[in-house]
């Protein structure tokens, strides 16, 4: 956090890692979701009703924690870049459209 507690006067350097952690963050958490989501899609075109807690249980025996982060390393190639612009975007544009307001 800056000195005054502010995110306002944070570097947008600063807001951009902030924006890069909460992009790890978030696809560490939901990321296991995804992947059984990703299967039952795939799986779709069977005449089988898709079963989420189903298809969960069947990945994590069959292939434990390391399958559901399969793939992890590459979303978070794509992720921490992309949450780092999009957060320092949101923060100049929207410090820009309040200056502009209150003047």
Partial sequence: MSKD???ESLSPLQVMAAGSIGGI??????FPADVV????????????????MGRLRKLWLAEGIRGL???????????VPSNAVIFGTYEVVNRALTIDALS
């Fill in 25 to 30: 963050g978030y696809n560490a958490i939901m």
């Fill in 69 to 79: 982060y399969r793939g992890f390393g590459v979303t978070l190639v794509r992720a």
């Fill in 5 to 7: 507690g502010r995110k």
């Fill in 37 to 52: 989501k990703t299967q039952i899609q795939a799986e779709a075109s069977s005449s089988l009703k898709p079963n989420y």
